[in-house]
């Protein structure tokens, strides 16, 4: 079974909302999670990534006051999609390295900005 | 930087036959590789990684993958095709074999198989 939870699996919102997606270990705790999106017909890109307790290191061009991350705990981090727009559409996945350097991937969230 | 291209978006196959996705991949540094899976309503599963060694790399589901330097290359082959195989498959470089580092990947498009009976 899945290992790592992640919803919404889909989402739609008008533009200027903010939009959370969740990211939760089921069985394991890990301290350092990222953050990936898809825009379509390009490659997963690395947004951030985040440790538990801290502030997240945001990649090249990723704004970190639209894409706020919470990682609050060992299981749980959240990413905040704030005042969304068309150009924010796009598929996002979240990633757990657990101790064991075993990286576990949610299932994606795709995300439509009307 | 480092990049990966998967030159094939979308492959068709007949059940039984053999498969190879194709992966280049651009990285000044040692290469640490791997392939994912991903169905729908799934999170991406590792079919199998290289980081040194054996240039031919075993992994799940009857996967194998060829490391080649000379060409750049991290293919995927598996010699004979289940319908159960129908998925998203993605080719990734990494930065490091280990540390926080490690889940940072840089991933090529994604190549969708799938799968005629």
């Known amino acids: 079974g899945a290992v790592v939870s992640q919803h919404p699996s889909r989402v739609i919102c008008k533009s200027g909302t903010s939009v959370k997606i969740e990211c939760r270990s089921l069985?394991?705790?890990?301290?350092?999670m990222f953050w990936y999106r898809q825009f379509p017909k390009q490659s997963l890109m690395l947004m951030a990534t985040?440790?538990?307790?801290?502030?997240?290191?945001?990649e090249q061009g990723v704004e970190k006051d639209k894409f706020l991350i919470n990682h609050a705990s060992l299981t749980l981090s959240t990413l905040t999609v704030t005042s969304a727009h068309p150009e924010d559409s796009s598929f996002y996945i979240c990633?757990?390295?657990?101790?064991?350097?075993?990286?576990?991937f949610g299932s994606g969230t795709q995300l439509s900005v009307l | 930087a480092q990049s990966v291209t998967q030159p094939d978006i979308h492959i068709t196959v007949s059940e039984g036959a053999s498969l190879e996705l194709r992966c280049n991949y651009s990285?000044?540094?040692?290469?640490?590789l791997f392939w994912y899976v991903q169905s729908p309503g799934q999170g991406l599963q590792l079919l199998l990684k290289?980081?040194?060694?054996?240039?031919l790399v075993q992994g799940i589901k009857g996967f194998e993958a060829e490391f080649k330097r000379s060409q750049s290359s991290f293919n995927l082959r598996k010699p004979s095709v289940h319908w159960s195989d129908a998925a998203e498959y993605f080719c990734?470089?990494?930065?490091?074999?280990?540390?926080?580092?490690?889940?940072?990947?840089?991933f090529g498009q994604g190549t969708i198989l799938t799968v005629h009976p």
């Open positions: 990734a470089v990494g930065l490091s074999a280990g540390g926080t580092s490690y889940g940072k990947l840089t």
């Open positions: 985040s440790n538990e307790g801290s502030k997240a290191t945001y």
């Open positions: 069985d394991f705790q890990a301290t350092t």
């Open positions: 290289y980081f040194s060694g054996d240039t």
């Open positions: 990285y000044g540094a040692t290469p640490y």
């Open positions: 990633s757990y390295l657990a101790t064991n350097e075993k990286l576990f």
